[in-house]
């Protein structure tokens, strides 16, 4: 099992990015997925997350209306579309994969990517 992301960047506040998560060695169909981030001296806390059965099912307070997640069962990717960045989305956002339900916990999820880093400037 292998999570990669892509898309991360420097971008100015407003602006947009959008995070790719390819999976090898199972189906996103039967698997909950979730984009989880960290910034420098703060605990990983999940963003959103969404699973082939239910579709997506959380979104982190501040980021609903901003940021929407999908997925291509075709290319068995997961995407992050963050939109109207700022400075506090500033962090390592991650994938993860867990075999069942969605959960928002990290702890709840056993496969994880290396990361990709996000900068918003102001």
């Known amino acids: 099992v292998q999570l990669v992301e892509s898309g991360g960047g420097l971008v100015q506040a407003g602006g947009s990015l959008r995070l790719s998560c390819v999976a090898t060695?199972?189906?996103?169909?039967?698997?909950?997925v979730g984009w989880f981030r960290q910034a420098p001296g703060k605990e990983r806390e999940a963003v959103s997350c969404t699973s082939g059965r239910s579709g997506p099912v959380y979104y982190l307070n501040s980021a609903k209306g901003r940021f929407t997640i999908s997925s291509d069962s075709a290319k068995n990717t997961v995407y992050l579309q963050m939109n109207s960045l700022r400075p506090e989305d500033t962090a390592v956002y991650y994938c993860?994969?867990?075999?069942?339900?969605?959960?928002?916990?990290?702890?709840?999820?056993?496969?994880w990517g290396q990361g990709t880093q996000v900068t918003v400037s102001s």
């Open positions: 993860a994969a867990r075999a069942g339900g969605v959960g928002d916990s990290p702890s709840a999820y056993d496969y």
């Open positions: 060695g199972f189906s996103f169909d039967y698997y909950a």
